[in-house]
């Protein structure tokens, strides 16, 4: 009887009855049209008070357990690792337990993870998906993080395609890059690999350079791929012009390799990534980035998929995020 003892206490500090703090306990509060401030009021007084809901309790009460699924591609990476940290800050703060998992970008392991999650009856799942068609059986809501598929599901993604297209194009007006270009690229499956070549294309073609002539090295979003095909780009003699590197795994690929045989970049070579890193503010080599907004990206998928459980009839929708350009070639 402790808890509703509890209640009845946080009742009379909020002003309210005990059965309207139950209602925002038990995320009924919309439903039953109890105000904004009241709620708000409510769980100021939870908040700064020892109050700890029963859990299991409350599951069986309403059918959710205040849980979410994060699978991520490569937890090893700056980007994924910071995209699981901020998501799983903010849905602490929001009343519900993150479980983040990696898929390890393999297809398979993704479906096993879905499946595992859906075990462990989590109320909704983020995904950067490995898929180009979704086949998974999770019956819950589903928001697709980094990349998007087939499914009618909403995506929380950066602007690949624009941010792309913003950082060639300032390059090429600095006469940094011109039709003597590479392009390093990740699985061509996904979505976002798409996006930044279609960026990339459209940028080269309106200043006149026609995308068909570029070399491209497609592979899969790893620092051994960017390393492979570092290797092939300077074994055909390519020694002045420009390389884009599609991810930060491939441009630390890349990196590694001049590392690996000892040489220093060229001069003539600009090299140029979507995704920032911290450590290349220390290169003696500038690397022109896009940098994504990490924060806004996991906030915004959290938000939504916890929109989707309160909200059983919610839209699907494509949330946008917005990127930043790192010049670095002549200083920011």
């Known amino acids: 009887m402790a808890k509703s003892e509890t209640i009845v206490q946080i009742a009379e500090a ?55 699924g994060l699978i991520v591609a490569d937890l090893s990476t700056h980007y994924f690792s910071n995209i699981a940290k901020t998501a799983e800050r903010h849905a602490r703060k929001q009343g519900y337990q993150l479980l983040i998992v990696d898929s ?14 859906h075990l462990r009856g989590v109320d909704g799942i983020i995904v950067a998906t490995t898929q180009s068609r979704w086949s998974n059986g999770f019956d819950g809501p589903v928001v697709f993080l ?25 390059l090429i007006k600095a006469e940094l890059i011109d039709d003597n270009v590479r392009y390093i690229g990740g699985d061509t499956n996904i979505t976002t690999a798409q996006e930044r070549w279609q960026g990339f294309a459209d940028a080269l ?30 074994d055909s003699g390519f020694k002045n012009g420009a390389i884009f590197m599609g991810a930060q795994m491939l441009t630390e690929g890349v990196l590694s390799w001049w590392q690996d045989q000892g040489l220093s970049i060229p001069e003539g070579i600009t090299l140029c990534a979507f995704d920032d890193h911290p450590f290349l503010n220390y290169l003696n080599v500038p690397v022109s980035t896009v940098e994504q907004d990490i924060h806004g990206l996991a906030t915004a998928a959290v938000d939504q998929v916890i929109q989707h459980i ?8 494509q949330h946008i995020v917005p990127a930043r350009l790192h010049i670095r070639h002549g200083g920011e």
């Open 104 to 117: 390890d970008n393999n297809p398979d392991n993704e479906r096993t993870l879905v499946e595992q999650l």
């Open 146 to 170: 980094d990349r998007g598929t087939n499914a009618q599901q909403s995506v929380v993604a950066t602007n690949n395609r624009d941010a792309t297209y913003d950082l060639v194009s300032a």
């Open 205 to 234: 073609k309106d200043n006149g350079i026609n995308p068909r002539t570029i070399v491209r090295y497609d592979g899969s979003f790893s620092s051994e791929w960017g390393s492979e095909a570092m290797q092939a780009i300077h």
């Open 14 to 68: 909020a002003g309210v009855s005990a059965t309207t703090v139950s209602m925002v306990i038990n995320g009924k509060a919309d439903k039953y049209r109890i105000s904004k401030k009241t709620q708000e009021k409510v769980q100021s007084v939870i908040a700064n008070s020892s109050f700890q809901p029963n859990q299991h309790a409350r599951s069986l009460r309403t059918n959710k357990t205040m849980t979410l």
């Open 310 to 317: 309160q909200d059983e009839n919610k839209k699907s929708e």
